[in-house]
């Protein structure tokens, strides 16, 4: 059971050339698009010579009956614990068991460093904290990769392994928005970025060419490398929620944890946060770091009916209400936020009515082509005096939007000591005597 991430590398560590299994699908969920695929066979290796099926999700009961599955392997991210079980259930009632594979058992052992960005949720703030590690890292004379969590929503074999050092390379291989936005980050700083399918492939490859690698994780999922040091982001704004797996296993692994987001969270959301960090994980050094939004052009904003569009993932399967986007519109005293749900194109109607937890607010979906024409569409259509683009990657590289335009970016600020610097002395030492 996966989202075109996890699902593939628990394959490739687990069950790729071992006999003693027989892997008879994969099931597909989160992600839009991704089913009605077949996990190549240069990719699944030389038991499946006509490659794996990967089924919708909705189909699973079925599958586990007629396929006479016995066990069912849980493989993606972001999941509240409640509902992890409610699969577990449905998997046990249908007749299989329900494995969860661990980090001991998927992790791979690199040869140099590595640093691990991970987070309890989605939209923490794992991308600025990424960039900032790299930033410290090369001020030391270091040379750093970054190795991003996986989104192989395209062509897998095309994808097995995929190097970008500039933003041409995003166009040449077709990048969805979702990829940009974690890519183009990295890239505008001067860094290089490895993701893709087959991560012992794209480990091998990069561990001989860097002195430290920097694990940017996806959703709050571990790393697929054997990390050196864990940093792992806890969202203020989220304190009280319950647990989300996998993120409290991160909690309790962690060597750092990083509070996120204290320019715009309560008092009380921080108190709560520290409580939780302190009764989780107490053995963990606590960083405490700010995210201020800065926006290009604030005086726009004031008195006009504004159309926010923010990071996709952040929204849904993440949860959030808002993002930064909000929180400048608000600040410069924008007329009003504009609903674009009574404009919403094509599979962005489909979105609001599976998130109904969505404000004022448009999430940049863009997982393929006709998600990003729907997307386009719908800003078109909207009827405001400005959009507010606060997501990671610039969309004006990728749509053409014909109204007035704000670029909303953030990174990452240190609030007291330890820093950010502090916590990564170890590896950076480690790494030069290496």
């Not at 936005?181 to 091998?204: K, M, W």
Request: charged share 25%.
């Amino acid at each position: 059971m996966g989202a075109a991430g996890r699902d593939f590398h628990n394959f490739n560590v687990l069950f790729r050339g071992n006999p003693d299994y027989r892997v008879v699908g994969f099931t597909a969920a989160q992600i839009p698009n991704i089913d009605d695929r077949v996990y190549p066979p240069a990719l699944a290796g030389a038991l499946y010579p006509s490659g794996i099926p990967i089924h919708a999700e909705q189909d699973l009961d079925c599958l586990i009956r007629t396929q006479h599955v016995e066990r069912v392997v849980f493989s993606y991210s972001d999941v509240s614990h409640e509902a992890l079980m409610h699969q577990a259930s449905r998997v046990m009632a249908a007749g299989a068991d329900f494995w969860l594979a661990g980090p001991q058992s998927t992790m791979l052992p690199a040869k140099k460093p590595v640093v691990s960005i991970c987070a309890t949720r989605t939209g923490a703030g794992k991308s600025p904290v990424a960039r900032r590690v790299v930033s410290i890292l090369k001020h030391e004379g270091l040379r750093v990769a970054t190795v991003r969590h996986p989104m192989s929503y395209g062509n897998l074999e095309r994808q097995a392994v995929q190097r970008f050092a500039a933003l041409e390379d995003l166009d040449a291989a077709s990048c969805s928005i979702e990829e940009r936005e974690e890519y183009e980050p990295h890239l505008a700083q001067g860094g290089t970025v490895y993701a893709g399918v087959d991560y012992e492939r794209i480990l091998r490859e990069v561990e001989d060419q860097v002195d430290v690698i920097v694990w940017d994780g996806g959703n709050n999922d571990w790393s697929f490398f054997v990390p050196d040091l864990e940093l792992v982001l806890v969202d203020p704004h989220r304190a009280g929620e319950p647990p989300y797996f996998p993120g409290e296993v991160n909690l309790i692994r962690a060597d750092v944890v990083v509070l996120t987001k204290l320019d715009t969270a309560t008092p009380e959301q921080v108190d709560a946060a520290r409580r939780s960090i302190e009764t989780v994980n107490p053995r963990a050094a606590l960083v405490e770091t700010a995210m201020p939004p800065k926006v290009d052009h604030p005086d726009r904003i004031t008195g006009r009916r504004v159309l926010v569009v923010e990071d996709g993932p952040t929204l849904t399967h993440g949860g959030m209400a808002f993002g930064a986007g909000c929180l400048v519109a608000r600040r410069y005293e924008a007329g009003c936020l504009v609903d674009p749900r009574p404009y919403a194109a094509g599979s962005l109607n489909r979105t609001f009515l599976q998130y109904p937890h969505l404000g004022p607010l448009l999430p940049a979906m863009g997982y393929g082509p006709e998600q990003v024409r729907e997307l386009e569409e719908t800003i078109e259509r909207v009827e405001c005096d400005l959009v507010v683009i606060a997501t990671p990657m610039d969309l004006r590289r990728l749509i053409r939007i014909t109204k007035p335009t704000v670029r909303v970016s953030y990174d990452v600020e240190d609030r007291r000591r330890p820093t950010l610097t502090d916590v990564m002395q170890g590896v950076i030492d480690r790494a030069k005597q290496s």
